[in-house]
């Protein structure tokens, strides 16, 4: 079974701090993605990678930058946190984009971040 | 840009009634997926739809991809207290290799 796991389940931090959010697969994938969730609004792609050392922007990216420096882990930074990047992240992998539409995305369980 | 629109946003039903939930959109979509969230986790893939008009069953759970492509049903029949959660529909673009999600049908089975 794929597994994707996300560094924390919950995240309270400080307006201005720098925060780093780790996702992490366990399945080989070369595709990779960072969504926000919010009330109303739904899934927002951030950033996605579709390999090592790659990034592409997604529909939401200001305030974000990642990182994939390992093709098992891909790395959400909110530079200087504020209270509107505060929400329910979501990691998600996919098997590449040869295997797009019809493959599935796996996501892990979410890290609730709440910036005060 | 394309949009996905799901309907209803809420449902509340008591257990054994069925109920449909509709995707809709006027973009043609190349598939189209149905997950399901529970509280506190992420959404877990039910059922992907390729083919115009195919149907797909998953136990009580009934999904169809419309004859054109841009829109999908889910019907539960006999709805049980485990259906409760997020429903979300997701369309995969033709024109580039995005996922489109529309915003869920957050659905509550009461025993």
């Known amino acids: 079974d794929v597994k994707v796991t996300q560094s924390s389940r919950y995240l309270v931090k400080r307006t201005g701090e720098k925060v780093f959010l780790e996702c992490v697969q366990d399945?080989?994938?070369?595709?990779m993605f960072w969504y926000r969730q919010d009330p109303g609004l739904g899934l927002r792609l951030i950033y996605f990678?579709?390999?090592?050392?790659?990034?592409e922007k997604g529909d939401i990216p200001e305030g974000y930058s990642v990182s994939r420096e390992k093709k098992e882990r891909f790395s959400l930074i909110l530079e200087s946190a504020s209270t509107n990047q505060t929400s329910m992240y979501l990691c998600?992998?996919?098997?590449?984009?040869?295997?797009?539409?019809?493959?599935?995305?796996?996501f892990g369980p979410g890290t609730r971040l709440t910036v005060l | 840009t394309q949009l996905l629109e799901q309907s209803p946003q809420f449902l509340s039903i008591q257990e054994g009634e069925n109920l449909t939930v509709y995707c809709n959109s006027s973009?043609?979509?190349?598939?189209l997926q149905w997950y399901r969230q529970e509280p506190g986790e992420g959404p877990v893939l039910l059922v992907t739809?390729?083919?115009?008009?195919e149907v797909k069953k998953l136990k009580r759970l009934t999904f169809q991809f419309g004859d054109a492509r841009k829109d999908s049903s889910l019907h539960i029949t006999a709805a049980q207290p485990g259906d409760t959660g997020l429903y979300l529909c997701?369309?995969?673009?033709?024109?580039?290799?995005?996922?489109?999600f529309g915003k869920g049908t957050r659905l509550h089975i009461l025993p």
């Open positions: 990678s579709y390999d090592v050392k790659m990034k």
């Open positions: 399945m080989d994938h070369e595709n």
């Open positions: 973009s043609v979509f190349s598939s």
């Open positions: 739809v390729v083919t115009g008009g």
């Open positions: 997701a369309g995969a673009s033709p024109r580039d290799d995005k996922i489109i």
């Open positions: 998600a992998s996919r098997l590449n984009r040869v295997s797009f539409p019809t493959d599935t995305q796996y």
